[in-house]
């Protein structure tokens, strides 16, 4: 009676701990949708993930708690966010629609499945409550028993989520891959494009040339002792963050020839 009892009630700490991390879940989900900068999103995605990894070991399912944490949130999501950061979506390329009425069309989906899913609820019952400890015990374990589970009774509809995620994985590489409609040009071919154009026609010459340092921010110096704009990066250059060496370039210069000349007048009046 009192292992029933104890299956059945809830403890202050886990009444707690539950309103705690479902509000911020809860939070967290609707930030995801509502944030208009996609990185944002991405980061409130994590949070969600890692607050149900935490409900997930709370009621002893060990594995499904870790694969949200190492799978979803620490390569899923963080791969993701780290391609959002380097390609750098704006708020304006997330807000524009590629197809007419995607936004009604998501809208509807979103309430049919809200109604499907209260409706579920709604005509769920249990008449017995066993918690998940007398399911891991029937097994051995949390991992066993859900090991059991996909390889034996749902192993036709396990096969089947991983066709469709194979499917979806190719027709993304499918859809994001662009077909060439012309010939590519030939090295001869860009070379008389570079020669009509008036481009650099040699190689560009590497940061730091003439200066004595290989700096990426530091200009090469041409032979007359100014810095060359093509060495130095363009980025560094609309930042502002390319350093002048050419003066100081020039006095070690001036400096060296100053020492050169001292010596050969002691050599010639030690020869004399």
Sequence with gaps: MNTTLAATLTSTGEAVQFWILGTVA????????????????????????IVLAVFYLANGAYFLGVVQIIVYTGAIMMLFLFVVMLVGVTAADSLKETLKGQRWLAAGCGLGFGILLIAGIGNASLSTFNGLGAANAAHGGNVEGLARLLFTRYVFAFEITGALLITATVGAMVLTHRERTERARTQRELAEQRVREGKQLPPLPAPGVYARHNAVDIAGLLPDGTPSELTVSKTLRERDQVRDVSSEALNDLKALEQRSEERLGRDEEAVK
Aim: hydrophobic residues 60%; aromatic residues 0%.
């Design 26 to 49: 809860v939070v967290g989900a609707l930030c995801t949708i509502l944030m208009k900068k996609a990185v944002h999103s991405a980061l409130c995605l994590a949070g969600t993930m």
